[in-house]
């Protein structure tokens, strides 16, 4: 009788064991998975969020390089129809119910800090950029100078060839003089 009953303590041991280790292991694919839908509806929510950027202010861009969006209702429409677009990811329950900004920062908010740092910042880059111009046309010039230089070489070259053959065609002249003054003297 004592044999059966660790027979069967044996039996449930494993059983639990068998139970626990399976449990975990299915634990840990359902959080990668979990883990994967969250990092997918994060790059998706940061790619709409990019592509609802795309509604910014051209002419500031162009003219100043600061990004300024205009709050509407346009912003918050794009983004859910980008959310939805990225996240569409067939039969994995993932839906959007909604899209909620929290904070909007305007240019001249907090005293115009934000205004004053993308001047200053846009001043920096434009003392840099003038710089580098200013380099970039020293470059130029001392390019120019050496082009100027080798047509100039070039030239002389030339004229030196060009007086080299006027040397010679009046020499021929000469000789034609002479020769036909040998023919009129016969």
């Known amino acids: ?15 639990l064991s ?22 997918y509806i994060k790059s998706a929510c940061m790619l709409a969020m990019e592509g609802a950027f795309s509604c910014y202010h051209n002419d500031m861009l ?14 918050k429409r794009h983004t859910e129809d980008y959310i ?6 067939g039969s994995k329950g993932i839906e959007l119910t909604g899209v909620e900004f929290n904070d909007f920062g305007y240019i001249t908010s907090d005293g115009g800090y934000y205004l004053t740092k993308e001047i200053a910042a846009y001043m920096k880059y434009g003392v840099y950029s003038e710089v580098i111009d200013m380099f970039k046309n020293t470059q130029e010039q001392v390019e120019k100078a050496e082009k100027i230089n080798e047509i100039a070489s070039d ?10 053959i006027d040397e010679k065609i009046l020499q021929l002249i000469q000789l034609l003089m002479e ?3 040998t023919i009129w003297d016969w």
């Open 1 to 15: 009788m004592l044999k059966k009953y660790i027979k069967a303590q044996i039996t449930i041991m494993a059983a």
């Open 18 to 39: 068998i139970t626990l280790v399976l449990s975990l292991i299915l634990t840990c694919i359902r959080s990668v998975s979990d883990n994967m839908r969250n990092t």
């Open 62 to 75: 162009d003219e100043y390089d600061i990004l300024v969006m205009k709050k509407t209702d346009v912003i």
């Open 84 to 89: 939805r677009q990225n996240t569409d990811m």
């Open 155 to 164: 030239i002389s070259k030339c004229e030196e060839e060009l007086w080299n």
């Open 179 to 181: 020769l036909r003054q």
